[in-house]
């Protein structure tokens, strides 16, 4: 019963980290941009949403609007002020990565100062467990996660595939100046990925509040989730992204059966290495070149 118990919470836990992992590999394989901040974005997210329903009393959907207006904005705002402008500049690559290091360790920071360095949670009867079997306990919430996950991915395969914007998307990743066709410049373009993909982090932030519950630093650990994702996913890969996101999350909990909890986070770390060793190109795309 252990075994199917560590299952069913990796698959919640998975389930959140294919969305935050989808959202950075999109940002990356488009705009070759390492948007380290985009644990940030997660964090945020999560603080307004606990802010704007739990301490202001703001209706769950308002809260929620609220939380997805500000990842997004947040995500657009640092491309079009922190990233387009070193870009135009010298467009290194190590100098956005620090850039986007930079933002993170301030946004972090001024959430701590904000509220505080401790967890915080927003409760909600969804978030309880039921027993539904005698020791297997399952709170409705994990389908909950699932449920938006499945939707998510469903509504970004439909807009990358069926939609001019979708297809301006896909070409800027191999040939910026291809998306000139559909009327967009590359530049514009950046502004609707970084807004795509923040918001991807949103119900992720969300149902992680509502779960096992948020502090200032998490959006490290987020980040670290993302960039392994992708790595074992395939760079340039969203379905590998999506599911290196649901393995990892699967592994970390799996892994509790034999491990004490303090070391299950190392499982990702494990599992990367040995991609990295045997198959450099991860499940579904290409290997990281210089």
């Given at each position: 019963?252990?075994?199917?118990?560590?299952?069913?919470?990796?698959?919640?836990?998975?389930?959140?980290?294919?969305?935050?992992?989808?959202?950075?590999?999109?940002?990356?394989?488009?705009?070759?941009?390492?948007?380290?901040?985009?644990?940030?974005?997660?964090?945020?997210?999560?603080?307004?949403?606990?802010?704007?329903?739990?301490?202001?009393?703001?209706?769950?959907?308002?809260?929620?609007?609220?939380?997805?207006?500000?990842?997004?904005?947040?995500?657009?705002?640092?491309?079009?002020?922190?990233?387009?402008?070193?870009?135009?500049?010298?467009?290194?690559?190590?100098?956005?990565?620090?850039?986007?290091?930079?933002?993170?360790?301030?946004?972090?920071?001024?959430?701590?100062?904000?509220?505080?360095?401790?967890?915080?949670?927003?409760?909600?009867?969804?978030?309880?467990?039921?027993?539904?079997?005698?020791?297997?306990?399952?709170?409705?919430?994990?389908?909950?996660?699932?449920?938006?996950?499945?939707?998510?991915?469903?509504?970004?395969?439909?807009?990358?595939?069926?939609?001019?914007?979708g297809l301006a998307l896909r070409a800027?990743?191999?040939?910026?100046?291809?998306?000139?066709?559909?009327?967009?410049?590359?530049?514009?373009?950046?502004?609707?990925?970084?807004?795509?993909?923040?918001?991807?982090?949103?119900?992720?932030?969300?149902?992680?509040?509502?779960?096992?519950?948020?502090?200032?630093?998490?959006?490290?650990?987020?980040?670290?989730?993302?960039?392994?994702?992708?790595?074992?996913?395939?760079?340039?890969?969203?379905?590998?992204?999506?599911?290196?996101?649901?393995?990892?999350?699967?592994?970390?909990?799996?892994?509790?059966?034999?491990?004490?909890?303090?070391?299950?986070?190392?499982?990702?770390?494990?599992?990367?290495?040995?991609?990295?060793?045997f198959r450099p190109g991860g499940v579904?795309?290409?290997?990281?070149?210089?």
């Amino acid at each position: 019963m252990l075994f199917i118990q560590l299952f069913i919470n990796g698959i919640q836990t998975g389930a959140l980290y294919a969305l935050i992992a989808a959202g950075f590999s999109l940002i990356f394989g488009t705009t070759r941009v390492f948007h380290v901040a985009h644990g940030a974005t997660f964090t945020l997210a999560g603080f307004v949403f606990y802010e704007l329903y739990t301490v202001l009393g703001w209706a769950w959907p308002l809260a929620a609007t609220g939380a997805a207006l500000a990842a997004a904005a947040f995500g657009v705002l640092v491309d079009r002020y922190v990233y387009s402008v070193i870009q135009r500049h010298e467009a290194a690559f190590f100098t956005v990565f620090v850039a986007s290091f930079g933002i993170a360790i301030v946004v972090q920071n001024l959430i701590a100062i904000g509220f505080g360095r401790g967890l915080v949670t927003v409760p909600t009867p969804l978030s309880k467990s039921l027993e539904v079997l005698p020791g297997l306990y399952v709170a409705p919430m994990a389908a909950v996660a699932v449920l938006c996950a499945i939707l998510a991915f469903g509504a970004l395969h439909w807009l990358l595939t069926h939609t001019n914007l979708g297809l301006a998307l896909r070409a800027l990743g191999e040939n910026p100046e291809l998306v000139r066709v559909y009327g967009l410049t590359p530049r514009s373009l950046s502004q609707y990925v970084f807004l795509i993909g923040s918001l991807l982090a949103v119900p992720a932030a969300i149902l992680t509040a509502t779960t096992s519950g948020l502090n200032p630093s998490m959006g490290h650990h987020i980040m670290l989730i993302s960039i392994a994702a992708t790595i074992v996913g395939g760079v340039g890969s969203l379905r590998g992204a999506a599911v290196a996101g649901l393995l990892l999350g699967m592994a970390e909990n799996l892994s509790l059966a034999w491990i004490d909890p303090q070391w299950s986070e190392a499982v990702t770390f494990v599992v990367l290495f040995l991609f990295i060793l045997f198959r450099p190109g991860g499940v579904y795309g290409r290997a990281i070149t210089s």
